[in-house]
């Protein structure tokens, strides 16, 4: 046999070997989108200065330790009412034992409604761009608790945010 067919038949036979195992590591490395529990969070923002509150839905992982977990936060204040719905995605470093933390990105829109006397009455709606980290720890079986911080990269989003929240299952 010549070297170049002994060559394609060791890579047929290696193929074939990682085939067989690759349907056991892809479904362990699978996860699925589901609900997977929901939670509440509040918090204050700069830029405009409000305070905000919300709610957000643990709706699974895309594949080991990358979640996703939209939200929906409301803020007042600043002579606006500012609505922020977001699709966030979530890296957490599992690997910590205590504090879990988080690093990811929220994808969405911005509706802010300002109020009288605002030089900008009326209202406005735009993209929204987060950049979020965070840590947490599990309190109990099923929930969670958090602190987080998210960077407002879009024109309508507020700078900075610092949140807390609870989580259940």
């Not at 070297?3 to 394609?8: A, E, F, T």
Request: aromatic fraction near 14%.
């Amino acid at each position: 046999m010549s070297n170049k067919k002994y060559i394609y038949l060791t890579v047929a036979i290696i193929i074939v070997i990682l085939a067989g195992f690759a349907p056991k590591a892809v479904a362990q490395e699978m996860s699925e989108i589901r609900f997977d529990g929901w939670g509440i969070r509040a918090g204050l923002s700069s830029d405009p200065d409000q305070v905000y509150g919300g709610v957000h839905f643990n709706l699974g992982e895309f594949t080991e330790d990358v979640r996703f977990r939209p939200s929906v936060e409301v803020g007042f204040g600043d002579d606006r009412t500012l609505v922020q719905m977001l699709a966030e995605v979530h890296y957490v470093f599992s690997k910590f034992q205590a504090w879990k933390p988080y690093l990811g990105g929220g994808l969405g829109l911005t509706y802010v409604n300002y109020d009288d006397g605002h030089p900008e009455d009326g209202s406005d709606t735009g993209g929204s761009l987060n950049a979020i980290g965070g840590v947490e720890t599990e309190l109990k079986q099923g929930m969670k608790l958090f602190f987080e911080f998210k960077l407002g990269l879009a024109h309508e989003d507020p700078d900075i945010k610092f949140g807390v929240g609870l989580s259940w299952k």
